[in-house]
């Protein structure tokens, strides 16, 4: 008899927990339904090396790893599009043709100026309609392409409202740079005047506004919002010298590596990953714990990040028997009382991954590499930062940026990896990037030997274009950082 049972589809439907039945098992899997020490090789990284499709539990010798077992579960349906999900907002901007607007008003006060204005403006039947356009969702189904842009019916009595008609076309004047010179013989426009938005050929990501899933008119505003929330949410640089007495940098880095692993096995979002490793640090920063209890910090975070973020979050049955029933149900829960009561149930934090998505559309205006392999390089690179506690001295925008910067060198090592699109969208310069760059950029170079595989084994997958086996150049150009 199998002893891993298959996961329920259905949120209803709950595991028992091995321990919870051990008579219907065999006496040799009820011996190891037994408490056991979690983590058993938390701090065996040899044998890990060793052995890169270990098993997921603090002992399971006789459990099959995530790779072999494969088979014998049954996944949760997996949603393709929730990697998206900073962009559900749903907003929809109808783009008015005022140009034209204002045009029909300027040619009825030129042509009427002596004469009484008892007229209505008049719809202008070449202007379309928000529910005409083929790419985005009508305001109103039944509204007809000729009366959803009507003009409202103003009406002028005598000469002496021509005051406020002047007004009007003064302001639209200023509005829409419409300058008197423009009638002038021989004038022409200046085209080299550079403008906000097409300095150093720039690029507007924004200006789809027919997709809602864009977001833009408030996309601005909320990566704007994101960057000033990342300096509150983060945890303490030193907390493994000032609060850990009897955990390690290496510790923490088995335990992130094993959760990749339970990510990829319950099909959980990235977000969730990124999530679950901020509020094992944040939690760490102000509470010193033993190595007994790491793992059972581990998947009490990940249960919290699933609550948030997963559609289906994994109950917490499962949590329990991905640690090989090491800890008991209440264990968990209680773990999960402490850890929401230290960060004062603050479970929104911008991650690296929050900022990639922005960074990522930037980097895909250009057609020059494909947009999947950067895509997915530059989410390799960010999910390697996580393993190492030294890259919590920099700010999750800055990893991120730091990932597409060192993503377009790879595919691209030739040709300078920064430019004006990504500068405005990050805010950051390539000499702001340098330290962090150059930090990933060992760490992606050390990852093929490297005792902690899940996330190289991971994007060497079809599915993620085997991103994790490209060829990484030596060395960076040292020009490539000059602003």
């Not at 691209?412 to 805010?427: D, E, F, M, S, V």
Request: proline share 5%; charged share 25%.
């Amino acid at each position: 008899m199998n002893r891993r049972l298959s996961l329920s589809s259905s949120a209803s439907v709950k595991r028992p927990a091995a321990s919870d039945n051990p008579a219907k098992l065999p006496a040799a899997v009820a011996e190891q339904a037994k408490k056991r020490v979690a983590l058993g090789n938390i701090t065996n990284k040899n044998n890990v090396g060793k052995n890169p499709n270990r098993t997921i539990g603090a002992k399971g010798g006789n459990k099959p790893n995530a790779a072999s077992s494969a088979s014998n579960i049954k996944k949760r349906p997996t949603t393709s599009n929730r990697d998206t999900r900073s962009s559900a907002i749903s907003s929809f901007t109808p783009v008015v043709r005022t140009d034209a607007i204002v045009a029909n008003i300027k040619n009825s006060v030129l042509v009427n100026n002596e004469a009484k204005l008892a007229t209505c403006l008049a719809p202008n039947s070449t202007l379309k309609s928000p529910s005409s356009s083929r790419d985005s969702v009508s305001l109103d189904e039944t509204m007809s392409s000729c009366d959803s842009m009507k003009s409202p019916d103003f009406e002028y009595v005598d000469n002496g409202d021509s005051q406020a008609i002047a007004t009007l076309e003064r302001r639209a004047k200023e509005n829409l740079l419409i300058s008197e010179r423009a009638e002038e013989t021989g004038f022409k426009w200046k085209t080299d005047v550079s403008t906000p938005m097409e300095v150093d050929d720039f690029i507007d990501v924004d200006a789809n506004h027919n997709n809602p899933q864009f977001c833009t008119t408030l996309a601005c505003d909320i990566y704007k919002h994101l960057r000033i929330a990342e300096t509150k949410k983060r945890p303490s640089t030193d907390f493994m010298e000032m609060i850990q007495k009897d955990i390690n940098a290496s510790m923490r880095s088995i335990l992130v590596d094993w959760l990749v692993e339970v990510a990829e096995e319950y099909r959980l979002v990235p977000d969730t990953l990124y999530l679950t490793v901020n509020y094992i640090d944040r939690y760490l920063s102000g509470n010193e714990i033993n190595r007994q209890r790491l793992q059972l910090l581990g998947v009490a975070c990940m249960l919290i990040a699933s609550k948030y973020e997963e559609i289906c979050a994994p109950q917490v049955e499962e949590f329990c028997y991905i640690t090989d029933n090491t800890y008991f149900k209440d264990e968990v829960l209680q773990m999960e009382t402490e850890v929401l009561k230290y960060l004062k149930f603050e479970m929104t934090a911008p991650t690296a991954k929050c900022f990639l998505r922005r960074f990522i559309r930037a980097a895909q205006v250009s057609d020059e590499v494909p947009a999947m392999q950067i895509e997915f390089l530059a989410n390799y690179v960010a999910e390697l930062s996580l393993l190492e506690y030294n890259f919590l001295c920099y700010a999750p925008s800055l990893v991120a940026a730091s990932a597409i910067f060192l993503a377009n060198f790879i595919l691209q090592p030739t040709k300078r990896p920064w430019n004006a699109t990504l500068g405005h969208y990050t805010l950051y310069k390539p000499s702001d990037l340098s330290s962090c760059v150059k930090a990933l950029h060992s760490l992606l170079c050390a990852s093929a030997g490297s005792n902690l595989p899940a996330i190289r084994e991971k994007y060497s997958q079809h599915k993620y274009k085997f991103v994790a086996k490209k060829n990484c150049p030596a060395s960076i150009p040292p020009e490539f950082f000059q602003d």
